[in-house]
């Protein structure tokens, strides 16, 4: 158990409709990142926030949005989902980030139909 | 192109074959992350390594900096080993704290 919580951890849904992807970080780490993984790109990095602020990010689709709360849990929001939405979305985190290991949750697998 | 380069993308062996998953990347980095999927699709940080060599068990993982390559050895493998291995890294420059990931490598360990 890592320690990263992610929920819900299926979910199927219909294109053009939002979802909601939710993750809590292990106790102490202030770093939470967000990753896709698809059968055709592999793993992605999405977005990253580091005590409830924006840090980065990578291949995020406008569509797409995070944030992280006061508690340091993390949302990720998809709106109008298309079927190639469809992946698993991972949510890491880490103490600190930079080079400091990170701690992966056991993903959300998203079905667009 | 991907700038993390993994090889070989599927390996399959016998029991106790000594195993190893080969790595390499493009530009500077921090850091590079072995990481471990099994079928269910969850995934395990097994080591994150900035410089020479760590060991956990049965996994050795090695880095050369200045070629550029990684490592990822397993002793006395088991069927249990069977699962994906991926190499990440995180670049050296300012920007993304996110990891670059590697296509992964597909190991079946036979009985």
């Known amino acids: 158990d890592s320690g990263v919580t992610q929920t819900p951890k299926h979910l199927i849904t219909a294109t053009g409709q939002r979802v909601t992807l939710r993750c809590s970080p292990r106790s102490g780490d202030l770093s939470v990142y967000w990753y896709q993984q698809s059968l055709d790109q592999g793993l992605q990095f999405l977005i990253q926030y580091y005590n409830g602020e924006e840090r980065a990010k990578g291949n995020i689709l406008e569509r797409f949005s995070a944030q992280q709360f006061p508690d340091l849990h993390s949302e990720l929001n998809l709106s109008s989902l298309e079927l190639g939405d469809s992946a698993l979305y991972f949510c890491?985190?880490?103490?600190?980030?930079?080079?400091?290991?990170?701690?992966f949750g056991q993903g959300t697998r998203l079905t667009v139909v | 192109k991907n700038e993390v380069e993994q090889s070989p993308q599927n390996l399959t062996a016998q029991e106790g074959e000594f195993i190893t998953i080969n790595c390499s990347y493009s530009v500077g980095i921090s850091a590079l992350h072995w990481l471990q999927q099994h079928p269910g699709g969850g995934i395990v940080s097994l080591f994150m390594?900035?410089?020479g060599k760590k060991k956990h068990g049965r996994l050795i993982a090695t880095i050369n900096i200045q070629e550029k390559h990684s490592s990822l050895h397993i002793t006395a493998s088991h069927p249990r080993d069977s699962a994906v291995y991926i190499c990440a890294a995180k670049g050296s420059g300012g920007g993304a704290d996110g990891l670059t990931f590697g296509k992964g490598t597909h190991l079946i360990i036979q009985p």
């Open positions: 890491a985190s880490s103490v600190v980030g930079g080079s400091t290991e990170a701690f």
């Open positions: 390594l900035s410089s």
